[in-house]
């Protein structure tokens, strides 16, 4: 998947088939899209041959977002296929639909001198929508957005987030500049102006604050009550740091006390760690577009990878160590990436009936 | 012995011609959980990797130089079980 921001819109290019596996990335990329700002919002379908019932909830969510504030999302180049499934579902009627012989902007030469019949392949697409992107957003707009992806991915994959924000010091004062909802918009403006509370304390000393239990907690008497009366139970606010300075927080809110796990704390510091980094060369020329198309695959081959370790665990009876350690064996005998047979096992299993098999943890268990 | 098969860890990724970086986004992508700080400590020696972590991060670096035409010359750390410490590395 990737993003191309332009000037007069966000385009989301799917690449692949969306199905229930992948279908959560999409919406996490779409929401994060969606927040980012007013401009119209595409759904490019160039490469997608197939949506799933999940793919098509993601859209009509979407759309049904964008239409609350009088906006309609545009999806691009269905497939025949698509095409019919959007008037059946019934999405077609609260859509643009854009189809592929219909002109618009952004086709370059580049796109239409495609071979027929030759399958555009994932790295072929990835490198025609980075040479499409012309224009990027001034600097404040390029970090925001890299981090509402930040907030996205961390919201979807920490366990027992409820709700992520990013707190910054901008122009001498600490504001939010990504946040998953209202609520925690909500959070953090109670913790600016009562000057404490996690957030505040992570971005102001630069060490991690971990509210286990607010039921508990007596470090910030004004706040803690605005918290609760808000169902918010359990906070991590991990430090931002450009240059070694403290300037912000990753929050992590959850309704659950003792909600996050050592695993769920290790995932919240690498993407403030990562976060942090994009901080440090925000003027050094990444744009979010770059960012945040490898970071969504980097994401979901993770996640194939989690599958496969939890189908193996399943067949052969073993730990997911073990699963990983066949996977990455095979990996060295065949020459074949790892990535590869993650997803030949995961497709495997698509065609079984549903079971209910608890969603894999993000990341492997099994590392580190 | 893990610390004797990190010793060629930086010098691997420069031979693959990965940034740091890059290397990170790879082996995050693999499955890893160390932040990019963390694994930069695991090249330079300044931090000891566990068994699990070297792997993921060796297997990083042999993804690519199979991409590069090569093939798996970083060792795994059951190769070191299995062999000659003086080997392991090559």
């Known amino acids: 998947m990737t993003v191309s921001f332009w000037a007069d819109e966000v385009v989301v290019s799917v690449l692949g088939d969306v199905d229930l596996v992948t279908a959560p990335d999409l919406n996490v990329v779409l929401a994060a899209v969606l927040e980012r700002g007013p401009g119209p919002a595409v759904v490019d379908l160039a490469d997608t041959h197939f949506m799933g019932v999940a793919g098509l909830r993601v859209l009509e969510a979407g759309a049904e977002r964008l239409a609350a504030c009088g906006r309609r999302l545009t999806i691009r180049s269905p497939s025949v296929l698509v095409s019919r499934m959007l008037d059946i579902s019934g999405l077609a009627e609260i859509v643009n639909i854009q189809r592929a012989d219909q002109g618009h902007g952004h086709l370059g030469p580049e796109q239409t001198a495609a071979v027929p019949g030759t399958p555009v392949t994932e790295a072929g697409g990835l490198t025609r929508h980075l040479r499409r992107v012309t224009s990027i957003p001034a600097d404040d707009d390029v970090v925001d957005g890299a981090l509402s992806l930040v907030v996205a991915l961390a919201r979807a994959t920490v366990g027992g987030a409820d709700g992520v924000s990013v707190s910054l010091q901008r122009h001498g004062q600490l504001m939010t500049v990504a946040a998953s909802d209202q609520t925690i918009l909500d959070m953090d403006a109670y913790q600016y102006a009562s000057g404490e509370g996690p957030c505040v304390d992570a971005s102001v000393e630069g060490r991690w604050f971990h509210a286990e239990a607010l039921d508990q907690e007596t470090r910030w008497p004004a706040f803690t009550p605005k918290a609760r009366s808000l169902d918010i139970n359990a906070i991590l606010s991990s430090p931002l740091l450009a240059e070694d300075r403290p300037v912000g927080a990753l929050n992590i809110y959850s309704r659950t006390a003792a909600a996050f796990a050592a695993e769920d704390q290790e995932l919240a510091s690498v993407f403030a760690t990562e976060a942090s980094r994009l901080l440090s060369k925000a003027g050094a020329g990444v744009t979010d577009d770059q960012l945040s198309d490898r970071l969504a695959l980097a994401l979901r081959t993770r996640r194939s990878i989690a599958h496969a370790q939890g189908v193996l665990m399943e067949r052969e009876g073993i730990g997911a160590q073990e699963a990983y350690t066949l996977l990455r064996t095979f990996s060295r005998e065949t020459n074949q990436p790892l990535r590869e047979r993650a997803a030949d096992i995961a497709g495997s299993t698509r065609r079984l009936p549903p079971s209910p098999a608890p969603e894999q943890k993000e990341g492997p268990c099994s590392v580190g | ?90």
């Open chain 2, 1 to 90: 012995m893990l610390s004797r098969l990190s010793d060629g860890l930086d010098r691997a990724r420069r031979e693959a011609g990965l940034s740091h970086g890059e290397l990170w986004m790879r082996y995050f992508e693999l499955g890893g959980m160390s932040t990019a700080l963390e694994l930069e400590g695991f090249l330079y020696g300044a931090l000891r990797p566990s068994a699990n972590d070297y792997n993921v991060v060796a297997h990083a670096l042999n993804e690519r130089f199979v991409e590069l035409g090569g093939n798996h010359p970083v060792a795994y750390s059951e190769d070191v079980s299995n062999a000659t410490e003086e080997g392991a590395t090559q």
